[in-house]
């Protein structure tokens, strides 16, 4: 199975900061990787897909990079609405598998 | 617009069998791969498995002796059996739609959570 490991587990920033969080896969899964986040509750919403193709009707300061091995998330100028935790999943084999999640605290 | 719902039982002792509905409004169950996916309490997201545009089932290998995922299209409903539950299978249980050739989940059901105890 593939094993994806994020970091860091939590941060914390404020309004209006560039924050990037990372996630690593356990073998190559060339840009098979999306991102999501979660708030308390919720079902996780998707932001990227393909590593780096934003879904539609998300925020432009959403970006993701990487490919292979690992890959990044990065909020350009954080908002109140982006505080939730944020996950990354592969689909390039399955079981597909998550990230154990990053939380991001003001 | 494309709208998930599910419903099942949330709590059921162990050794029970848990079963979960999930249906899909505003668009076809059968041109799409549905998954089921949980989350144990305060921890990430597992994958249980899923079914294909042929209806055939694919499983997490760590489930697979006790879960089976089906669909009736006639109803555009997709649901889950999971059995022999132990208190490590409460969680909440999400279905979600797999699209493209990345195979993201761009559509989720509410989630319900399932409390196994005795």
């Known amino acids: 199975d593939i094993q994806m490991t994020q970091s860091p587990s939590s941060l914390s920033a404020s309004v209006g900061d560039r924050v990037t969080i990372t996630c690593r896969a356990s073998?190559?899964?060339?840009?098979?990787l999306n991102w999501y986040q979660q708030k308390p509750g919720k079902a996780p919403k998707l932001l990227i897909y393909?590593?780096?193709s934003l879904q539609s009707g998300v925020p432009s300061r959403f970006s993701g990079s990487g490919s292979g091995t690992d890959f990044t998330l990065t909020i350009s100028s954080l908002q109140p609405e982006d505080f939730a935790t944020y996950c990354c999943?592969?689909?390039?084999?399955?079981?597909?598998?998550f990230g154990q999640g990053t939380r991001l605290e003001i | 617009q494309v709208q998930v719902q599910q419903w099942g039982a949330g709590l059921l002792k162990p050794s029970e069998t848990l079963s979960l509905t999930c249906a899909v409004y505003g668009g076809s169950l059968s041109n799409y791969y549905w998954s089921w996916i949980r989350q144990p309490p305060g921890r990430g997201l597992e994958w249980i498995g899923e079914i294909n545009l042929s209806g055939r089932s694919d499983y997490n290998p760590s489930l697979r002796s006790r879960v089976t995922i089906s669909e009736d299209t006639s109803k555009n409903q997709l649901s889950l059996k999971l059995s022999a539950l132990t208190a490590a299978d409460t969680a909440v249980y999400y279905c979600a739609r797999g699209v493209g050739w990345t195979q993201r989940f761009d559509y989720w059901g509410q989630g319900t959570l399932v409390t196994v105890s005795s």
């Open positions: 073998q190559n899964i060339n840009n098979y």
């Open positions: 999943q592969q689909s390039f084999r399955t079981p597909y598998s």
């Open positions: 393909a590593a780096s």
